[in-house]
């Protein structure tokens, strides 16, 4: 690499291109692997995996990482001989792609981390170069020349990659079609729109391309769209997945040709079927979307978090000068505007830092991937994911967390295909991660597994403890640092990193929340709830014990008035109070904070306020002194490990001056449980 001070300039914009070309290089390759192990060609993943892997080599040749564009190059060649090939690559050919990705993805960590790149492994690229013979041998020799109906396929508004893809179709034994779909307001009351109908036809067909159609069309529609595609579907299915008639099926073959030319040469497309096209992705990339370093929307948000602040100071100014019986109207109006504005822009900021849950999840399958093959077991990853965003801040920390609760799933939880089978499963184990948005403002993710399920015992031995009654106990004993229910490391687990960092991520970082569901023999279920976002917030500001502290609206499920005590609080501190007929634990928060005096009303766990919160899954009342308002704030988080404790989310600044605590109650709650009931305990475990 050379010109270093230039480079150092472009890195991070090159970094972040890199990474999403990777990203979508490891989704491309998977499906591939996919098509591959089914005996089926994959030409639209094979092309798109080619793209990806050009731009990355001609962007890693601009700034000189010699090492990426020497292993794209080659990746990049056998790709090319693939899409020739009609998108079919020998099995052989799949895993030196995946060490291909592999090599260039540690490469540039390296260059993220400010080293230099290491060389490409010689062994590594010989493979790769291999690769071209291989390629050369999977494409299929064509039985007979068949060329397209120039009308029918709209010759002139295909690409020669499409054309090849159609015509490569027919060769291989499938009908090339053309299927005409006619909207109208009566399909679309059925819900038949150009999405929806694109879905239902990708279930029986390979779809080459969609054209929108104007002019008088069948029905007297004036707008229809022409699917041109591959199948070896029925017609009546295929009309059947448009809504039927006014729509058409036509066959995109024209009579063959009276000499078909002959040879090798003949059978395979010229070399110059992608190089035509890889200025078009190049075009759809700067469509209105403008890339922005996440350090910049930092410096945003920091910008707005100081306006916040000075807001709040402000607003207690404003109110002391109408104590004093100063006029304050306009300056009230003046600030209930600011305020307006101050959300907008919050608004604005946070949408521009949500990144999309399923982007960040993208790189799970590569994942399973390779647990699948270190393991020997047989793994479906499913992702339902849909549309959910959350806050770039939280998915950067909450990755690792979810990668660890993957990786336990498949080494731990699932059972050996032969296990599986004696215990009457398919042979096969599910993985299936799905999430949605709640609307208190947390996204709740759920793993689940149809593995052995946790055993209590196994886990108990582990940690020289007794065996838990519950599966909240359980999950505690899990989440115990270090502990580990191997006996030796292996490739993928067995080294003490695990559930203690998953909870320390979800529940002390990110103040949200775990809980477990296990049965034995049926599987495991994981459920992770966190914020969308960690840094501003609506908070609520009460009094407890002489003292001031905050708490996140959304982990607020209800305020009351401490007046129907059923039962006073005995010697844990938790008694009971009537919330609409039923009976909900009350806590005292000041015996939990260590702040309120001997024998004080809300020691006692009396306070004349309590805020129902959710502790795994269950309302809890923790009793305070005096409410004071909502307001928002800026969370300051505690990086220093000597004062970060948990059931403490941070700081903020409420406009005086002075650091307010920002409580996370249910956190709060729970550790002070489990420390009272591990505390008695002789023998116990540590790591």
């Known amino acids: 690499m050379t010109g270093k001070g230039e480079f150092a300039e472009f890195l991070p914009a090159y970094l972040a291109e890199v990474d999403e070309l990777l990203a979508a290089s490891q989704k491309e390759l998977l499906a591939v692997e996919e098509a591959v192990r089914k005996g089926q060609a994959q030409p639209r993943a094979v092309r798109e995996l080619f793209r990806a892997l050009h731009t990355l080599k001609g962007l890693s040749a601009m700034v000189d990482v010699e090492p990426v564009v020497s292993l794209a190059h080659w990746m990049e060649a056998s790709l090319r001989l693939a899409d020739q090939a009609g998108g079919r690559l020998p099995e052989s050919s799949v895993e030196p792609l995946v060490e291909g990705l592999r090599a260039i993805e540690l490469r540039v960590r390296q260059l993220g981390a400010g080293k230099a790149a290491s060389p490409a492994p010689a062994g590594l690229l010989e493979r790769l170069e291999a690769l071209g013979p291989q390629m050369r041998d999977a494409a299929p020799r064509r039985a007979r020349r068949v060329v397209l109906d120039a009308d029918a396929a709209f010759a002139s508004r295909l690409a020669a990659s499409e054309r090849e893809q159609l015509e490569g179709g027919l060769a291989g034994g499938q009908r090339a079609l053309r299927l005409d779909f006619v909207p109208s307001s009566e399909r679309a009351a059925k819900g038949l729109n150009i999405n929806t109908v694109r879905e239902r036809v990708a279930k029986l067909a390979d779809i080459v391309k969609v054209l929108p159609l104007s002019g008088a069309a069948a029905g007297g529609a004036s707008l229809a769209f022409a699917l041109l595609l591959n199948t070896r579907a029925e017609d009546a299915d295929l009309l059947d997945a448009v809504g039927g008639p006014p729509a058409t099926v036509r066959s995109l073959e024209a009579p063959a040709p009276a000499e078909a030319p002959s040879g090798d040469a003949a059978s395979l497309p010229g070399p110059a079927v992608l190089d035509e096209e890889l200025e078009e992705p190049e075009v759809r990339r700067g469509g209105g979307l403008l890339r922005v370093e996440v350090s910049r929307l930092d410096e945003a948000m920091e910008w707005l978090a100081a306006l916040v602040v000075n807001r709040s100071r402000l607003t207690r100014a404003v109110a002391a000068l109408t104590q004093a019986g100063a006029p304050t109207r306009e300056l009230t109006a003046i600030l209930q505007e600011n305020g307006r504005q101050l959300r907008d822009l919050r608004s604005a900021i946070l949408r521009l830092r949500m990144v999309r849950v399923g982007d960040v999840l993208e790189r799970l399958p590569l994942l399973v991937r390779g647990l699948r093959r270190a393991t020997g077991k047989a793994v479906r990853l499913e992702l339902d994911v849909g549309d959910a965003e959350l806050d770039k801040a939280v998915a950067d920390r909450l990755l690792p967390a979810l990668v660890h609760l993957v990786r336990n799933a498949v080494d731990h939880a699932l059972e050996s295909p032969e296990e599986r089978q004696a215990a009457a499963k398919p042979p096969e184990g599910l993985v299936r991660l799905s999430c949605h948005a709640r609307a208190n403002g947390q996204l709740e993710l759920t793993l689940r597994d149809d593995g052995r399920g946790v055993d209590a015992q196994a886990v108990a031995k582990a940690a020289n403890s007794a065996v838990p009654d519950s599966a909240d106990a359980l999950l505690d004993l899990l989440c115990r640092p270090g502990l580990s229910t191997r006996q030796e490391a292996t490739r993928t687990s067995g080294r003490g990193m695990g559930m203690d960092i998953v909870r320390r991520i979800v529940v002390e970082q990110l103040g949200g929340e775990l809980r477990m569901d296990t049965r034995k023999g049926v599987g495991t279920t994981f459920t992770v709830c966190v914020p969308l976002t960690v840094t501003l917030m609506d908070a609520i ?58 024998g004080s009303a809300s020691e006692a766990g009396q306070g004349a306020k309590a805020l129902i919160v959710r502790q795994r899954g269950e309302p809890v009342a923790f009793a305070v002194d005096r409410l004071v308002g909502q307001q928002e704030i800026v969370l300051r988080p505690l990086e220093d490990p000597l004062v970060r404790v948990p059931g403490v989310a941070g700081a903020t600044d409420l406009g005086d001056g002075q650091p307010t605590l920002v409580l996370d109650l249910g956190a709060l709650g ?16 540590v790591t």
Request: aromatic share 4%; proline share 5%; with cysteine.
């Open 541 to 598: 500001i009460f009094e407890c014990a002489g003292r001031r502290y905050a708490v996140s609206v959304a982990t607020v499920e209800e305020l009351i008035d401490v007046t129907g005590v059923v039962r006073p609080a005995g010697a844990d501190g938790v008694g009971l109070v009537e919330r609409r007929g039923a009976a909900v634990p009350l806590v005292s928060l000041a015996r939990l904070l260590d702040a309120g005096g001997p």
């Open 670 to 685: 729970a550790a002070r449980s489990g420390r009272r009931k591990r505390a008695p305990r002789v023998g116990e475990w």
